[in-house]
């Protein structure tokens, strides 16, 4: 038998694959491959083996995965309907690609963005309707205004963050760039706002009348990430989530009031949006602050920002 032709020595193979070569000779995925392994093998290539992910994540990611996830034939076709459903279940409580990268057991990042609009609600007088009505009744309420909320959501491409009780809380600009965020998050609010007057406390007793709400909404810098390891949330973090808060506790029935920056920001959006200064008002752990009601009557006070030197101003670049 003749002995294999040697074309290069181990030490010449060794310096053509060493890093600063210039070769790449890593294999590529088969095409076989669904996208969640292709693109774990293509993460265990990287050329730096610090960016590599370790066996342990490797592994964990691997045990999250179902048959349809590691089988591109047949059996693929065959995917639990419970999985699908737990997937679609993540598409609507989280961003899309933090929804993926939880399904595929990949890490999540905190992601920082330099200027988002912040939308709260409450209903007014909910106290008193809670006491009031049976908690069904309270329950139903919440879920036929929510659902309208949820559909004007959609509608306009605002990202619903969660409830609390009464209240509803939603951003624009965060996982999309959206650089009319603070008109969007405006028109959202007024929709909002006519949505809640059309529905009734109880539907059994319409003398009871229609929901009223407070509407508040704040520009500004926001980190969001995924907290916790049980029932996980999607939240925001930072000083402009607690402001957006105060605009709402400091509106008032069926008003929309907002901050300095964020009524700058509309103005630039929607220079024909009608405001009116409320002028400097003592804001819980904020001091005193500029704040102005949105969409007031053509006979009101419009807003003149050339007034207001000296007011914070957020910036509209996109991270």
């Known amino acids: 038998?003749?002995?294999?032709?040697?074309?290069?020595?181990?030490?010449?193979?060794?310096?053509?694959?060493?890093?600063?070569?210039?070769?790449?000779?890593?294999?590529?995925?088969?095409?076989?491959?669904?996208?969640s392994i292709s693109m774990l093998m293509r993460e265990c290539w990287r050329e730096d083996p610090a960016l590599r992910p370790p066996a342990s994540e490797i592994d964990r990611r691997l045990q999250v995965m179902d048959v349809g996830d590691v089988d591109?034939?047949?059996?693929?076709?065959?995917?639990?309907?419970?999985?699908?459903?737990?997937?679609?279940?993540?598409?609507?409580?989280?961003?899309?690609?933090?929804?993926?990268?939880?399904?595929?057991?990949?890490?999540?990042e905190p992601e920082h963005r330099d200027c988002v609009t912040i939308f709260f609600s409450d209903?007014?007088?909910?106290?008193?309707?809670?006491?009031?009505?049976?908690?069904?009744?309270v329950s139903d309420m919440l879920g036929r205004l929510y659902s309208k909320f949820d559909e004007l959501s959609r509608e306009l491409r605002v990202f619903k963050v969660e409830t609390i009780?009464?209240?509803?809380?939603?951003?624009?600009?965060?996982?999309?760039?959206?650089?009319?965020?603070?008109?969007?998050?405006?028109?959202?609010?007024?929709?909002?706002?006519?949505?809640a007057n059309e529905t009734l406390v109880d539907?059994?007793?319409?003398?009871?009348?229609?929901?009223?709400i407070r509407v508040g909404f704040h520009s500004g810098p926001v980190v969001a990430d995924v907290v916790g390891t049980r029932n996980l949330r999607y939240c925001l973090f930072g000083d402009t989530v607690n402001t957006a808060s105060r605009m709402?506790?400091?509106?008032?029935?069926?008003?929309?009031?907002?901050?300095?920056?964020?009524a700058e920001l509309l103005m630039q959006q929607a220079p024909l949006t009608k405001m009116q200064a409320r002028g400097a008002i003592p804001i819980k752990g904020k001091g005193e602050m500029h704040t102005f009601w949105v969409n007031v009557t053509p006979t009101e006070e419009l807003v003149n920002f050339g007034d207001l030197l000296g007011v914070p101003r957020c910036s509209v670049t996109l991270s």
């Not at 709402?248 to 964020?262: G, L, R, Y």
Request: glycine share 8%; proline share 7%; hydrophobic share 35%.
């Open 72 to 108: 591109s034939g047949p059996i693929r076709k065959r995917r639990s309907d419970g999985r699908k459903r737990t997937y679609d279940l993540l598409l609507d409580v989280f961003p899309a690609h933090i929804a993926a990268a939880l399904h595929e057991g990949r890490p999540i």
């Open 165 to 195: 009780g009464d209240a509803y809380m939603a951003v624009a600009n965060l996982v999309e760039d959206q650089l009319d965020h603070t008109k969007r998050i405006a028109e959202f609010a007024r929709w909002a706002i006519r949505a």
């Open 248 to 262: 709402e506790s400091n509106s008032a029935a069926n008003q929309i009031n907002c901050s300095a920056v964020a």
């Open 123 to 137: 209903i007014v007088g909910f106290t008193d309707i809670s006491s009031a009505l049976e908690p069904q009744k």
């Open 1 to 35: 038998r003749n002995e294999p032709e040697m074309v290069a020595d181990f030490g010449e193979v060794g310096d053509s694959v060493s890093p600063g070569s210039g070769l790449h000779l890593q294999p590529q995925a088969p095409g076989s491959c669904t996208p």
């Open 203 to 212: 539907t059994e007793d319409p003398g009871r009348g229609y929901i009223s």
